[in-house]
């Protein structure tokens, strides 16, 4: 693309240059080319034409070949050899006829060849040619060049619209991600606020009740003692002196024998409902620590117990057969280093799942005169051999299809009717569980048996290092809990 750009379209009366050692010849043929209107110069050596095609380079060159000192061929292959002289069309004039001189013409470059003694017209005509030849050569150059200049313009329009696309595409991918983040903050927000209110109902309960009970069951045993005390003073009255019939009448309508009997017995029992209250307030206390933002060691059991005494009401009692059955296989744990509000989270969404999950499952049994089979959930803990906890809660409920057990933590995956679930209880669960925690929760489900999830996460927060968040972390071996 470096040629020259000797000639415009101008006209195809071109600057012509001969070179010829004989005076009569150039004479002659500039005569001819002059009256043709060509702008002609001429040249007597080949040093000469060398010189003269340097100063300003012709459209055209006539070239004699045998010339002393310098002959044409060798103009020629200097002039080829430049690169701004190289395009310059060459037409040889010469006697030599021989076919080996014209090819070797050609072959160095030659765009003509010319035998003298020439025909005026023939030299005219291949003049002319040439000149019209190297005219659509130029022409072809300049549209090439053009061509060049817009395919780089586009290619550089289009390099910009790349990457102003990829840039869109970026920016849409982080505001989606954003939004997402957003959302999900926002529903954490719902889900931590709900959770934060029944914490802090059970803690007002928790609170109410606290004082008449403490009331109650320091009065219990002063009580327990008076009793005692009168009783033991009545029996001292009666073997001391005969009853007299007035007071008999009395002692038989109050049935004194079997009050001084029941007496002790219904303190008693009085005093173990006290102790099972004050039992359920400790465990309402545990529970509502929920809003504790601080990592706390703490026994594990203490929290699952009271979420379970939170969703008593759904649990079978010993008193009753209705109700899901709770099974515990409490390992021996050490205090375990935690957020233990944030944990009885995850315990309650699991377990809730579970009951939900059971209960769905046989008010359909019902519903098709089947009769319910006996919900069963069991936790168990232990330790492994990693020194992490590992709390698994196994129900035997219907167990989850494939297509739900693959999004179970999406954000808002629910199964359950509009106003029943927002889709959150396993989502929020796993990041308290990897993110806060440092540990897994992974699940496995078989339809119609039911389904597990394992929690594990370090004893240690602060010393523990990350570990990977598999999302349904089946793949990890020997986390299955202990034989009950
Ligand atoms: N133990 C289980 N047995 C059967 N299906 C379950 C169990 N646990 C979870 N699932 C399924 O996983 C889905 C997602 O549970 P997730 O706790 O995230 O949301 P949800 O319970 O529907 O709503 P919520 O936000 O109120 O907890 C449930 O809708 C249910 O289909
Ligand atoms: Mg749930």
């Known amino acids: 693309m470096s040629q020259p750009d000797v000639m415009d379209d101008r006209s195809l009366n071109g600057n012509i240059l001969i070179v010829d050692d004989k005076a009569d010849n150039l004479r002659l043929l500039s005569r001819m080319l002059g009256q043709r209107g060509y702008e002609v110069r001429s040249a007597i050596s080949g040093s000469a034409a060398l010189m003269a095609v340097r100063a300003l380079p012709p459209d055209l060159i006539l070239l004699d070949i045998n010339m002393p000192a310098m002959n044409g061929y060798q103009v020629c292959e200097e002039l080829k050899a430049c690169e701004q002289t190289g395009a310059i069309p060459i037409i040889f004039l010469s006697a030599l006829s021989d076919t080996a ?56 329009a289009q390099d910009i619209l790349q990457d102003s696309e990829a840039a869109l595409r970026q920016r849409t991918q982080e505001m989606e991600a954003a939004l997402e983040e957003l959302r999900l903050t926002q529903m954490q927000l719902v889900q931590s606020e709900k959770m934060s209110s029944l914490g802090q109902l059970v803690a007002g309960v928790a609170h109410e009740i606290n004082n008449p009970i403490n009331f109650i069951h320091g009065n219990l045993r002063p009580a327990r003692d008076y009793a005692e005390h009168l009783l033991m003073l009545i029996q001292a009255y009666q073997k001391s002196a005969p009853t007299p019939p007035e007071l008999q009448a009395q002692m038989d309508s109050i049935d004194l024998d079997f009050v001084k009997q029941d007496l002790p017995q219904l303190l008693e029992s009085m005093q173990v409902g006290i102790d099972r209250i004050m039992g359920i307030i400790r465990s309402l206390r545990t529970f509502s620590r929920l809003d504790e933002a601080d990592i706390k060691t703490v026994d594990l059991h203490d929290g699952l117990d009271s979420t379970l005494m939170i969703l008593s009401n759904r649990l ?169």
Do not use: W
């Not at 021996?332 to 989270?345: F, I, K």
């Not at 679930?421 to 489900?445: D, K, P, V």
């Not at 999830?453 to 990890?476: A, D, K, W, Y």
């Open 101 to 156: 001189d014209k090819v070797k013409a050609f072959r160095i470059g030659g765009a003509d060849y010319i035998t003298k003694p020439f025909q005026v017209e023939e030299v005219l005509a291949r003049v002319e040619n040439q000149l019209t030849l190297r005219q659509m050569q130029l022409k072809l150059q300049r549209s090439n060049q053009k061509l060049m200049q817009e395919v780089q313009q586009r290619k550089r």
């Open 316 to 484: 079978k009692q010993e008193d009753n057969s209705d109700g899901v059955e709770i099974v515990k296989c409490y390992g021996d744990l050490p205090r375990v280093e935690c957020y233990p509000g944030q944990l009885n989270q995850v315990f309650m969404n699991i377990l809730t799942n579970a009951l939900d999950a059971i209960e769905d499952e046989n008010s359909q049994r019902l519903a098709q005169g089947r009769s319910p089979q006996l919900g069963q959930i069991t936790i168990s803990t232990r330790i492994t051999e990693a020194q992490t906890v590992q709390i698994s809660i196994l129900d035997n409920g219907p167990g989850m299809p494939d297509s739900v057990q693959q999004r179970l933590f999406d954000p808002f995956f629910t199964t359950k009717p509009i106003g029943r679930g927002t889709g959150l209880g396993m989502s929020i669960s796993y990041r308290i569980i990897t993110e806060r925690h440092r540990g897994t929760l992974s699940c496995t489900s078989t339809l119609g048996q039911g389904t597990e999830f394992v929690i594990t996460i370090p004893l240690q927060q602060s010393q523990s290092q990350p570990q990977s968040l598999t999302m349904h972390g089946r793949e990890e071996a020997g986390l299955s809990p202990e034989p009950c």
